[in-house]
């Protein structure tokens, strides 16, 4: 979702909250388009967990982000990625997601945002910008 339309902005905030617009967005423009996407079931279950997860961490490490967008997909959390992955039909992506963005201690999005200044890792930027990345599908 490029440029939001400064007449319909209020609306699409509201109608998609706690999502940024721009999840649902690529819900609806990107993943329906993988073969093994369940457009409802399946959604509802990843939407249902993203809420449940940042709910949890927003409550155990007391931040407070505004909306749940792209970059809070709780990849970190084994059962969220089983049903992304059970989506895209493959977990073939597991290791790479593991290894470079979230799910080990030493991955790679952690380890940069372990050793940025404090304004980098209090947002955990790195990690963030990682998983906006993975959760956009390019196709579509």
């Known amino acids: 979702m490029t440029g939001i339309d400064a007449d319909t902005a209020r609306d699409r905030f509201l109608a998609a909250y706690p999502f940024h617009p721009s999840v649902l967005s690529v819900f609806e423009r990107k993943w329906q388009s ?19 997860r940042n709910h ?24 969220f990625r089983a049903a992304m992955f059970e989506q895209l039909g493959s977990d073939g992506l597991e290791i790479p997601v593991t290894t470079d963005i979230i799910g080990k ?17 209090k ?3 790195h990690r963030k910008v990682a998983t ?7 196709a579509g």
Request: charged share 30%; net charge positive; hydrophobic share 40%.
């Open 123 to 125: 947002a955990q930027l």
């Open 105 to 121: 201690s030493d991955a790679h999005a952690v380890r940069l945002d372990k050793e940025a200044d404090d304004a980098v890792k």
């Open 56 to 79: 949890q961490e927003e409550h155990r490490k007391a931040t407070r982000e505004p909306l749940i967008t792209l970059g809070l997909a709780p990849l970190q959390d084994p059962t």
């Open 34 to 52: 993988l073969p093994r996407f369940q457009r409802t079931r399946g959604v509802l279950r990843l939407l249902a967990r993203w809420v449940a």
């Open 132 to 138: 906006t990345i993975f959760s956009s599908p390019t």
